[in-house]
Nanobody, 115 residues
Framework: QVHVTESGGGLAQAGGSLRLSCGTS??????MGWFRQAPGKERDFVAH????????SYADSVKGRFTVYRDNARNTVYLQMNNLRPEDTAVYYC??????????WGQGTQVAVSS
């Protein structure tokens, strides 16, 4: 069992920035993903980062605005969100990937962007 905890959500104005953090229990390093779910919509992929942090991938909707990176010494993955838009409003989730699928999820952190 891996415990996942997100933090850093809040309210931002359009064009502003927020940084989300995701911590995991234990000392094992995993590939990690960020997802988001807006009200009334399905959960969507946002970003992924490999164990080493050398490779990342993003949804088209956030490319050039969001950056995922990690500090393995702190067992923490970050999502830096810049140039926020109202359509970025959602609950953001962090997930641990094991055996090729996202297996452990956090409770989510709310991000609200006002126009």
């Amino acid at each position: 069992q891996v415990h996942v905890t997100e933090s850093g959500g809040g309210l931002a104005q359009a064009g502003g920035s927020l940084r989300l953090s995701c911590g995991t229990s234990g000392h094992t390093t995993y590939p990690m993903g960020w997802f988001r779910q807006a009200p009334g919509k399905e959960r969507d992929f946002v970003a992924h980062i490999t164990r080493s942090g050398a490779e990342t991938s993003y949804a088209d909707s956030v490319k050039g605005r969001f950056t995922v990176y990690r500090d393995n010494a702190r067992n923490t993955v970050y999502l830096q969100m810049n140039n926020l838009r109202p359509e970025d409003t959602a609950v953001y989730y962090c997930a641990v990937m094991r055996f090729g699928r996202y297996e452990y999820w956090g409770q989510g952190t709310q991000v609200a962007v006002s126009s």
